[in-house]
């Protein structure tokens, strides 16, 4: 039982974290703009080391010990396929191309920052996709 909740508990800060972080550092680029952006990128850093980082080991940990001890194969079991791929597929995309372009934002400024945001928007909201197939692969399965 502590660990499906913490599985569950892990997804909802994860998947949580990315989307409502990608809405309002949106919203606030728009409203104060490039200049005022740094505090805003320091916080998007500690967010994703506490949340995306954090919610996402607990995820991938709880997630295996629960498929043991339920004695479902990993790779076998369709839906935990899917989820694994989703989960890696958004990781990769994190640590490859998001990551860098955080560390930009926190030191960048002009073109370079307004270059690092675009890049780390238009990945952010892609690296969302296969988080979200998994959450429908786990979440609908049968059986």
Known sequence: MVWRFAHVFAAVLLLGNV???????????RWDGPARFRSVARAIWWTDVACTLGGG???TIAGVVRAVQLGLPLWETPWLR???MGLGLSTAIWLVVLVPAQRRML???????RAAMLQWRLWGWLAVVPLVWALWAMTTARG
Do not use: H
């Open 107 to 113: 030191v960048a400024e002009g073109a370079a920052l």
């Open 19 to 29: 989307i409502v972080t990608g809405l309002w550092a949106e919203l606030l680029w």
């Open 82 to 84: 899917s989820g694994i």
């Open 57 to 59: 080991t607990v995820l």
